[in-house]
C-alpha cells in the first residue's frame, strides 16, 4: 500500500469575497509545492445564506496558466468572464475553466438563490498548467451533474462520480492538459473500500465531511492526506458517512512561480503577467 507522507489540517475558515467562507486545504505557497500538478484548493463549507437583495460574491479578478476547477455541492453559481462565456452551475455541477493565457472572471450567488437563499457549498481546485501550455486560449467545460458517470463501490461501500480521468473502465467527462483522476467519493458509515492507484502520481484525499482511516491513518473534515507517489494501493475505512475528493495526477516537473492569481515559471513571466494585466490585455468584462 502507498505510505502516509502525512494527515494536514486547514487553517481557520477565510472569506473569499462576501460570498464564500472557505477553509484552504493547500496553497502552491505551501503543501501544494509538493501536490503538482495541483496548485490550490478551497472548500466553502456548507454556510446559510439569507435571501438579499444583491448577489454576494466575488467581484472581476484575473487568472493566468493555470485552470480552475469548481464543483457545487449545495446551492447556485452563476459566473461570467472577458471571453463573454458565462451560467450558472447547481448541485452535482462542475465548472473547469482553463485561464491559459490570461482571463477576467466573477462569480456571485445566482440571482435566483440570492432571492430565496439557502445553503452554499462547494469546492475550488486550481490545476496547473506545464509550460508549453501556460499561454493556451481561455475557456470553459461546463459539466452538468448527469454527465458525470458514477460507479458504485462493492459490498454497498459507497460510489465514485468521475470528473476527471478513469475509474472502474469508466472515463470522466472533463478534459485536463495532463493526465490526472478527480474522483467525488461519497463512503458510506462501516464501509471499507479497497482503491487503485497510479505508481508515480501525485495522491492526496481530501475529506469534506465525515471521518476515515486512509491506509491505517485518521483523517476527519477538514483534512488532506498526502499518500507517497511510490507504491500502489489505498484502503479507504468509513468511520462515519464520509465525502471524500480523491486528487491523483502526473505530476509537472517544471518551476512554480506564483504571485496570487497569476502562476508561471519564472518572476519575468510573473511581471509580464502583472503588465499585462495592467495594459487591458486580459479582455474587457462587459455588461
Known amino acids: 500500500m502507498k505510505k502516509v507522507l502525512g494527515v494536514h489540517s486547514a ?10 467562507p472557505v477553509r484552504s486545504l493547500f496553497s502552491y505557497q ?56 458565462g451560467g450558472t452551475i447547481g448541485p452535482g455541477d462542475v465548472q473547469w475553466m482553463t485561464a ?23 469546492v475550488q481546485l486550481w490545476v496547473n498548467l506545464p509550460a508549453s501550455d501556460k499561454m493556451a486560449e481561455p475557456g470553459y467545460q461546463t459539466i452538468l451533474d448527469e454527465q458525470i ?25 472533463a478534459r485536463s492538459f495532463t493526465p490526472m483522476d478527480v474522483l467525488d467519493m461519497r463512503l458510506n458509515q462501516g464501509a471499507t473500500a479497497q482503491l487503485p492507484t497510479r505508481d508515480g502520481h501525485t495522491l492526496a484525499l ?30 479507504i475505512e468509513a468511520n462515519s458517512d464520509a465525502a471524500v475528493l480523491w486528487l491523483s495526477g502526473e505530476p509537472i516537473d517544471e518551476p512554480v512561480v506564483g504571485h496570487g492569481p497569476f502562476v ?5 513571466e510573473i511581471v509580464q503577467a502583472i503588465d499585462d494585466f495592467n495594459a487591458g490585455r486580459f479582455g474587457r468584462m462587459t455588461g
Open 100 to 122: 491559459g493565457a490570461g482571463i477576467l472572471h466573477e462569480e456571485f450567488h445566482s440571482p435566483a438563490f440570492t432571492q430565496r437563499g439557502g445553503t452554499i457549498e462547494m
Open 30 to 85: 505551501g503543501l501544494g509545492r509538493h501536490l503538482s500538478p495541483f496548485l490550490l484548493l478551497d472548500h466553502a463549507q456548507p454556510t446559510h445564506f439569507d435571501p438579499a437583495p444583491q448577489p454576494r460574491g466575488v467581484g472581476q479578478h484575473p487568472h493566468r496558466g493555470f485552470e480552475t476547477v469548481t464543483i457545487v455541492y449545495q446551492g447556485e453559481v452563476a459566473h461570467r468572464d472577458s471571453t463573454g462565456a
Open 206 to 235: 481530501v475529506v469534506l465531511h465525515g471521518t476515515v482511516l486512509v491506509n491505517g491513518d485518521i483523517a476527519g473534515a477538514g483534512q488532506l492526506v498526502h499518500l507517497d507517489r511510490a507504491g500502489s494501493g489505498v484502503v
Open 264 to 268: 508561471m515559471n519564472s518572476e519575468d
Open 149 to 173: 458517470p458514477v460507479v458504485k463501490l462493492p459490498r454497498g461501500a459507497g460510489q465514485v462520480r468521475i470528473i476527471a480521468g478513469e475509474f472502474d473502465g469508466q472515463h470522466g467527462p
Open 11 to 20: 487553517p481557520r475558515p477565510h472569506w473569499v469575497g462576501d460570498g464564500f
